[in-house]
């Protein structure tokens, strides 16, 4: 028996969602390095093209939050690549629609949660239709954080990603019978804008009087690992869960972060 087998993904496909960029990006890099065929979505359409031509895959554009395009994209998935093996549910959105909660709008609390909480359950919802259909088992990565177990960017935001745990929870239990394993990777922070992460010296900033980003800088500036995460380091957990190294996993909450929920 060779170890290199148990993390040989040649003839599954992922769909991943998100993937345009950040860790997302780092997420497709990774399965195709481990033989993935690749299925790249995004609402940003051009960017889910440029990431998928990279690794010689499908692309095509996608709402999460839209039900309707969800199913048509999960249908399009085998149609395009032939099966639909590795979900991987990475459309999020965060800083933009966070913050203290007198500052969160209706609109703002219904937008992130349309996104990071309805969107992974209508992606779950027909990827498990599908796999159960096909009959030849299945993974479901669904990305969350460590902000859904230790505060920092607020309700909205906090609130999504504890939400997605559960929905984890739930549908490892329910899919168990199908062999559909579902876990949650949940990345600590991980560098996604342009230009090199900020170095990480210990040198904790001066309190500005919000408690939700001062508990985050606070944190950042002593995290173990003494640098930013990197997309790829997140697409090498997702390797694993979705490889046959983690065959016996499911129902997990696994932190990719660096040592955050040490502290
Ligand atoms: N970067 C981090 O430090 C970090 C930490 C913890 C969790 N996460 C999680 O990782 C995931 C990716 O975050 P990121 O940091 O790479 O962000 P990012 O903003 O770099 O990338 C997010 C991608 O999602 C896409 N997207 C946004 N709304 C969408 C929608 N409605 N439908 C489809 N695609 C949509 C964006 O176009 C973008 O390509 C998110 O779920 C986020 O909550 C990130």
């Not at 177990?149 to 906090?158: A, I, N, S």
């Amino acid at each position: 028996m060779k170890a290199a087998e148990w993390i040989d993904l040649s003839g599954k496909v992922a769909h991943v969602t998100g993937g345009a960029k950040g860790v997302g990006a780092g997420i497709v890099r990774a399965l195709h390095a481990a033989g993935a065929t690749l299925v790249v979505s995004d609402i940003d359409e051009a960017g889910a093209g440029a990431t998928a031509e990279e690794v010689g895959g499908h692309s095509m554009k996608l709402d999460v939050a839209n039900s309707a395009d969800v199913d048509k994209a999960m249908e399009e998935t085998i149609s395009v690549a032939g099966s639909l093996d590795i979900l991987v549910n990475n459309a999020g959105v965060y800083l933009e629609l966070g913050g203290p909660v007198r500052q969160i709008t209706d609109e703002m609390w219904s937008k992130l949660w349309s996104i990071n909480v309805d969107g992974v359950f209508y992606c779950c919802r027909k990827a498990a239709d599908l796999m159960i259909k096909a009959g030849r088992g299945g993974r479901i990565i669904n990305i969350a954080s460590t902000q859904a177990v230790t505060p920092g960017v607020g309700v909205t935001y906090d609130g999504s990603k504890a939400a997605v745990v559960q929905i984890t929870k739930a549908l490892a239990l329910e899919l168990a019978p199908h062999k559909i394993n579902v876990n949650a990777l949940a990345p600590g922070p991980t560098w996604v804008n342009e230009g090199d992460a900020p170095p990480i010296d210990g040198s904790i900033p001066a309190p500005t009087g919000d408690p939700l980003a001062d508990t985050v800088a606070n944190r950042i500036a002593r995290l173990p690992a003494g640098h930013w995460g990197d997309p790829i380091e997140q697409g090498k957990a997702a390797v694993f869960l979705a490889s046959p190294l983690s065959d016996f996993v499911t129902g997990a909450y696994l932190p990719v972060d660096g040592g955050w929920l040490t502290l």
